[in-house]
């Protein structure tokens, strides 16, 4: 896995990130497409892609900057169960996903697959997924199969549409408002990777007391306005 562009990487290192062993994340050619979104008054359909019209798409610079990590897998090369709660990490075969388990210090791991056939109450959960929130620790999905979108929040409050697919693996920061929906396929296989024990709970917006959420905005939000203050 290649290294990420020099300039980019040393500018927007995840303060987190910056204690560890910096298993790199993947060069700017291999992330997913991003695009700012329709507002959400003017949305229909939460499974279309919603862009923005003409279209506004949102840079790796610009995702690093809200504290976004990827990674690109080869999750083709490898066989998953469609459900395994849990899934024990040290069971992983593939070398890349081996090295950035123990990078980070992933210890927990479960797989579930998105699907009418397989997640019982589809359209409650689809709904619930969408209800934008926070969690008080990183949220790390690894795409197996199929497809989805990450709507984040960026520096502007402004929702960013992150369109993941198979063999992706993407780390939100603990504390950034986001929300998660199926695209239009309706099918999404994933694994969920923890440290320590596994984080469940969404907090939804707003949380601007919550500790998660304020060491968001001191880490990322904070540091942006100084950086354009000095500049």
């Known amino acids: 896995m290649g290294s990420t562009d020099a300039p980019e990487e040393s500018k927007h290192e995840d303060k987190k990130a910056k204690t560890m062993n910096q ?21 229909k359909d939460q499974c279309e892609e919603n862009r923005l019209e003409p279209n506004q798409p949102v840079t ?11 990674w690109k897998m ?10 395994a709660v849990p899934w024990d990490p040290k069971d992983a075969m593939d070398p890349k996903l081996k090295a950035l388990r123990d990078d980070r210090g992933y210890s927990y791991a479960d797989i579930i697959t998105i699907h009418p056939d397989h997640l019982p109450e589809f359209d409650k959960k ?8 926070i969690h008080d620790a990183d949220e790390i999905r690894y795409i197996l199969a199929g497809s989805g979108y990450f709507d984040v929040r960026n520096l502007k409050d402004e929702w960013v549409r992150v369109h993941v697919k198979e063999g992706d693996l993407m780390t939100l920061p603990e504390g950034i408002y986001h929300r998660f929906t199926c695209d239009d396929k309706k099918i999404i296989h994933a694994m969920r990777l923890f440290i ?17 959420r304020a060491k968001y905005v001191k880490d990322f939000m904070e540091e942006k306005k100084e950086e354009e203050a000095k500049a």
């Open 23 to 43: 298993y790199p994340v993947a060069p700017a050619e291999e992330w997913p497409e991003a695009w700012l979104m329709t507002p959400d008054d003017k949305i």
């Open 60 to 70: 790796v610079e610009q995702l690093k900057e809200i504290g976004i990590e990827y």
């Open 74 to 83: 080869d999750a083709k090369a490898y066989d998953y169960p469609v459900k």
């Open 126 to 133: 689809i709904a619930a997924f969408f209800e934008e929130h």
């Open 196 to 212: 320590g024990q596994p984080v469940w709970t969404p907090f939804n917006r707003p949380q601007e007391d919550h500790p998660s």
